[in-house]
């Protein structure tokens, strides 16, 4: 079984920090990339953060570069999202993603076949 739960979500103040964590777990297959992805009702899945976790290269959308660091540890299978200077424009449910390949958009859903359950930010103005 492959499995990816998260945890961290929160409801925090506008300018506050949260630590989001992902935890992997029964891989059958080699993970090379990770992911974290946000989505509000009504809207459409974004990437957020990624990376490749052979040399944790990460990648930003636009809205959260210089706010938030990706980072994953292959010891523990646990990918970290750290997050500073949160908008009310954050707030969104967060899910965690792996999956087997490099060759494509990192912060596109569309090369990920796992995910997780999903945990909730909140930020409030």
């Known amino acids: 079984q492959v499995r990816l739960v998260e945890s961290g979500g929160d409801s925090v103040q506008t300018g506050g920090s949260l630590s989001l964590s992902c935890v992997a777990s029964?891989?059958?297959?080699?993970?090379?990339?990770m992911a974290w992805f946000r989505q509000a009702p009504g809207k459409e899945r974004e990437g957020v953060a990624a990376?490749?976790?052979?040399?944790?290269?990460?990648y930003y959308a636009d809205s959260v570069k210089g706010r938030f660091t990706v980072f994953y540890n292959g010891a523990k299978n646990t990918l970290y999202l750290h997050m500073n200077s949160l908008k009310p424009e954050d707030s969104a449910m967060y899910y965690c993603?792996?999956?087997?390949?490099?060759?494509?958009?990192?912060?596109?859903?569309?090369?990920?076949?796992?995910w997780g359950q999903g945990t909730q930010v909140t930020v409030s103005s």
């Open positions: 990376l490749n976790t052979a040399d944790n290269s990460p």
């Open positions: 993603a792996a999956g087997p390949q490099l060759d494509h958009d990192l912060l596109a859903p569309d090369g990920y076949k796992t």
């Open positions: 029964g891989y059958t297959y080699s993970t090379k990339a």
